[in-house]
């Protein structure tokens, strides 16, 4: 008789293929590469929205919070967030908005978890004498893993009063408590800069298969057309370490307190052209709502609120001071070439006619006033002429064609606001005369100190709503001229620009909300936690009386 030795203690002990757990999936180091390279991705569509996989986030929400855009729909939950008086975020159990509210929350928690599971894996191969092959390769992947990492955390802390910190040395399986905003913040602005000191290491350039950073990991263009060099990987790096410790603020006083000299630090060593993806109906990254938003002024349209600014012919001091459920539109009259040029609405519609292209490569015209018969119906004070059609080009081709994720303007002005901030005006005023300038504005004096007014005398921009009544304009400050060039050159780019801004500056809505709760879905998943909202947390009467 032959004895036939097991070779399993458990014999009922079958892995499952097609469920497999965290240890399978992350296997090897080509297995834990894979994961890495597609998630950027994944949080991608997670906030600008792609069909296959569920709803947009609340970035539409915070664009027609702080008028970027308008709409009463309740699509995306716009209405609910866009009717003044501001009303509160609901977080119950079937609230209308939940899918909306739970989308950033859970995608970028999900996908941060990933990041993290990969760094930890990718590391313990390394340690064992694995990983990729070549120590490039293994620094260009912990890199991009650090960098979404910390990209996941510190969005989901601009937008969210509190959630778990994740790291590479939390197991998997543990669930950590909820953190503060400025906590999580915290913690994923040290994950960037892991993902900068790995880039910068001796292993960052032994060996091969490193940088670049191929294209299909941050943009859905041609291979190769978009691959990311290790130095503008470093620039792309401490761009966003700038918008996050920037944005983070929920009131002006947060605001004042941000490390400005370090924001100056990263915004100079940031990017110095904008960094596009290349959206693809195809190839998974997504753009829903720049495409939907241009399919008609039921979308999405401009109000007068802040892009009144621009007006030089009384139109918009008379509009502020008719009360606001009975304001109506009026011609936007302004030397802002970002804008259409014309005494009438007539010669206004003819410069862009009934195209729908959006905003030519090289162009400036940002703004395009609509033929009167595709008007559609809004509240009084968010009913308007004019579409920003910046990006209908995403529209015209299918879901295809460049968004910009982070421009270098924003960059600029975040440099610039810092400059401001810790008296280094003079530094300032190239980085906003550089885009003010090329719109046919006048340039601000070398000399000009933060609180003077931009020049142009009656024809000058901005113009800005005057307390007590602010029921009246005049020219904004070097201040406020950098807050006008940062707000139009990042209109419809990155991820909820205005609002962040907005918030910061205490130029917000009075009553508007200003960060979401935890979504009831994660309270009760984590059980005995009372379900909350953040009604209390709320804007002031701020800069311009809105």
Request: proline share 6%; charged share 15%.
């Amino acid at each position: 008789m032959v004895a036939l030795g097991g070779c399993r203690d458990n014999p009922l002990a079958v892995s499952n293929p097609n469920n497999p757990n965290v240890a399978q999936v992350y296997g090897t180091p080509k297995d834990v590469e894979t994961i890495i390279s597609k998630i950027f991705q994944q949080m991608w569509d997670a906030q600008q929205g792609n069909p296959a996989v569920g709803n947009i986030g609340v970035g539409v929400q915070t664009m027609v919070m702080s008028f970027e855009s308008h709409s009463g729909l309740a699509n995306f939950g716009m209405g609910s967030r866009a009717s003044i008086p501001r009303n509160p975020v609901s977080n119950d159990l079937g609230n209308s908005d939940q899918a909306i509210i739970f989308n950033d929350f859970d995608r970028l928690t999900r996908n941060s978890r990933s990041a993290a599971n990969a760094i930890a894996a990718m590391d313990r191969f390394v340690a064992a004498g694995g990983g990729t092959g070549s120590a490039a390769e293994d620094a260009r992947d912990r890199s991009f893993a650090y960098f979404n990492l910390g990209y996941g955390l510190g969005n989901i802390a601009l937008l969210y009063d509190s959630a778990a910190i994740i790291t590479p040395a939390v197991p998997s399986d543990v669930i950590p408590p909820l953190s503060t905003s400025k906590a999580v913040m915290d913690v994923a602005l040290t994950f960037l800069d892991s993902a900068l000191v790995i880039s910068q290491s001796a292993a960052a350039t032994s060996g091969a298969n490193g940088w670049p950073i191929p294209t299909a990991w941050v943009s859905g263009g041609a291979a190769g057309s978009a691959d990311v060099p290790i130095a503008l990987w470093q620039q792309i790096i401490h761009s966003y370490k700038a918008r996050f410790r920037a944005g983070n603020a929920r009131t002006p006083a947060d605001h004042a307190a941000v490390d400005w000299n370090a924001v100056v630090n990263d915004a100079t060593a940031g990017i110095t052209s904008d960094f596009v993806v290349t959206a693809s109906s195809s190839g998974g990254w997504g753009a829903v709502w720049l495409d939907q938003m241009a399919v008609d002024a039921t979308w999405s349209q401009m109000t007068p609120f802040i892009l009144g600014m621009a007006d030089t012919t009384g139109g918009y001091d008379a509009w502020l001071a008719t009360a606001l459920n009975s304001r109506a539109p009026f011609l936007l009259g302004t030397p802002d070439k970002r804008f259409p040029a014309g005494a009438t609405r007539a010669l206004q519609t003819a410069v862009t006619g009934n195209s729908h292209a959006g905003t030519a490569a090289g162009s400036i015209l940002y703004f395009r006033n609509r033929p009167a018969g595709d008007d559609k119906p809004a509240a009084p004070w968010g009913n308007w002429y004019y579409d920003n059609w910046r990006f209908w080009s995403v529209n015209q081709g299918g879901g295809n064609g460049p968004v910009m994720a982070f421009s270098q303007v924003e960059n600029d002005m975040l440099a610039a606001e810092g400059y401001i901030r810790t008296a280094r005006v003079a530094l300032a005023i190239p980085l906003i005369n550089r885009t003010r300038v090329r719109a046919g504005l006048a340039a601000i004096p070398a000399g000009a100190a933060a609180t003077d007014q931009v020049p142009g005398a009656t024809g000058c921009v901005p113009r800005v709503p005057q307390p007590p009544n602010f029921t009246s304009t005049a020219c904004g400050t070097v201040y406020e001229a950098m807050k006008w060039e940062k707000r139009v050159e990042t209109s419809f780019t990155g991820y909820a620009q205005w609002f962040l801004d907005s918030r910061g500056w205490g130029d917000l809505t009075e009553g508007t909300v200003l960060e979401w709760p935890v979504p009831w879905e994660e309270l009760y998943a984590r059980q005995n936690l009372t379900i909350y909202t953040t009604s209390n947390s709320r804007a002031a009467k701020g800069t311009y009386g809105f």
